[in-house]
Structures are given as C-alpha cells and as structure tokens.
C-alpha cells in the first residue's frame, strides 16, 4: 500500500459526509448540512469550518451551463514549449493565468507537449482568434495541437472520498 504524505489532514466519516454533500451541493445551509450528515447545527458549523482552516475546503463556487451563456466550444490544447526553463515556463503560466477561457491549465508528461489547456469560447471563429492572438504569441510556444469537445460524458468537480479513511 502507498505510503501516505506527512502533510495530509486526518479526516473522519462525518467530515467525509460533510465533504460529501458540500460538493453535490455548495449553497446548503448550515441546517441543511447538519440535518444530511446526522449532526446538529453547532459541531457542524464547527466542523467545516475546521475543513475551511486547515485548507481542505479551498473555496465555494457556483457553477455555470456554458452552453445556455453562448460558450459552446470547449477545446483541449496541448501546447509544447520551445525550451524547458522555469524563465520559460514562468513567463507562459503567467499569460495564460490573464485569458478569462482558460478554464485549466496543466503542465503534463507522456505527450509531446509540456502544457494541457482546456479553453472554453462562443464558437470557433473566437477559438481561432484566441489561438493566433493570444496563445501563439507568447514567448517560448513552439507547437500547438487542438483537439475539440464533442460531448461531456463525465463533468464533475467532486473527488472520490472513497479512499479517506
């Protein structure tokens, strides 16, 4: 079995219920949350905010349907890099953290590429127009691969708290 890292915090099952039922569902209240996971309001309160100190729940966000806001081209981009500098590479996470489409950026192995973008846009007239203007002209890009989505067939922010013990 893996060895875990020293640095993880120790969760029971009521903070995996809590983690739980926070990422179906962000907006619950605190009475909502308590009546779900069998506790009563104040050790629940106590409880996520314990998980929000210690940096386990990072922050609450509302998600949006991309496609009813007009963005209905999600594009991967695989993006390869004309030397492997931390200049270079610094310079490129720097531009693409400004480009509001950009949903994810990930640097990656086992490809041909250094970089993993996913990038959201109205259609492909803008995609064309976010990759030679903006993604190309950043200093150190040397290859660029597309690749777009057709459907989602899993779309989910939750991860697997199977594995907590």
């Known amino acids: ?7 993880l915090v120790r ?7 809590i983690l739980e039922q926070l990422q179906q569902n962000g907006s619950l209240t605190n009475q909502e949350l308590a009546d ?10 106590r ?3 314990a998980l929000e100190d210690s940096g386990v729940i990072v922050r609450r966000v509302t998600i949006l349907d991309h496609k009813k806001l ?9 993006i390869g890099m004309d030397r492997h500098t931390p200049e270079r590479f610094s310079v490129f996470e720097e531009k693409v953290a400004e480009f509001p489409e950009v949903q994810e950026c990930y640097v990656i192995t086992g490809q041909d ?7 959201v846009v109205p ?6 127009d976010f990759l030679l203007n903006h993604i190309t002209r950043i200093q150190g890009v040397s290859g660029v ?16 708290l199977g594995y907590l013990s």
């Open 113 to 119: 590429a250094d970089y993993m973008l996913k990038v």
């Open 70 to 78: 007009g963005l209905a081209l999600t594009a991967i981009i695989l």
């Open 1 to 7: 079995m893996p060895s875990k890292p020293k640095n």
């Open 47 to 49: 409880r996520v905010r």
């Open 145 to 160: 691969h597309s690749s777009f989505v057709l459907r989602r067939v899993i779309d989910s922010t939750a991860l697997p």
């Open 123 to 128: 259609d492909m007239d803008h995609y064309h």
């Open 11 to 17: 969760i029971d099952k009521t903070d995996r219920r």
């Open 36 to 45: 779900k996971v069998g506790l009563s309001p104040s050790p629940c309160l």
